[in-house]
């Protein structure tokens, strides 16, 4: 691949973390979002997330405030209500609804991180990978894999293109990791993606 195809961190301002809110969870998990959130900062990104105080979204934020970084939490008014943002962020954005919130995460965002987590992390890793699909965003998407917890998952996703729901190109659009120390190589790592990626949306013979 041609170095010319390929992300310059240098040009990723901002990353949007997607990550789990759950307080039991084993320790790696958390270590390795706090880990994250260190690193994160310490490379001068400015980090976007569901403003969670607990969980591992609570783990990214307090090692990004740790390294004095900037952490931007978007939540929902009914989230809010529940006390359940963090009270250490630089900044906070209170919106209506779920769906107004992950427009917000993604729409300023250069680049996405994924932790493991549940079915909201689920659904918000997948629309920004539909949105890359369709050439609407077109950033690096990073799956942290921790204790290999998004092995089912990434197995699927080889099995959905093995089948032609999707072709093998879109591979290219996320790329995996182990640990968060990898995680800023790999955006380094990731291929140059743009609106043209509509061409190539629906699988034919010829993508597939």
Request: charged content about 20%.
């Amino acid at each position: 691949m041609n170095k010319k195809n390929l992300i310059d961190t240098r040009h990723v301002k901002t990353v949007t973390v997607y990550a789990s809110s759950s307080s039991a969870l084993k320790p790696v998990y958390y270590d390795a979002a706090r880990r994250l959130g260190e690193i994160l900062a310490g490379a001068g990104k400015s980090i976007v997330y569901g403003a969670g105080g607990h969980g591992l979204m609570g783990a990214v934020a307090d090692g990004a405030l740790s390294r004095n970084g900037e952490v931007y939490g978007v939540v929902p008014q009914f989230l809010q209500d529940l006390e359940l943002t963090h009270e250490g962020l630089t900044r906070l954005k209170i919106v209506e609804d779920m769906h107004t919130r992950k427009q917000l995460m993604l729409q300023d965002s250069d680049a996405v991180v994924t932790l493991p987590g549940g079915s909201g992390t689920y659904e918000e890793m997948f629309e920004a990978v539909t949105m890359k699909r369709l050439g609407q965003w077109v950033g690096p998407i990073i799956v942290v894999n921790t204790n290999g917890f998004y092995d089912g998952l990434l197995e699927f996703m080889h099995h959905s293109i093995a089948e032609r729901f999707m072709g093998s190109n879109h591979l290219k659009m996320w790329s995996v990791v182990d640990e968060p120390e990898d995680v800023l190589d790999a955006i380094n790592g990731s291929e140059q993606w743009d609106s043209s990626a509509l061409q190539f949306a629906n699988v034919t013979a010829a993508n597939a």
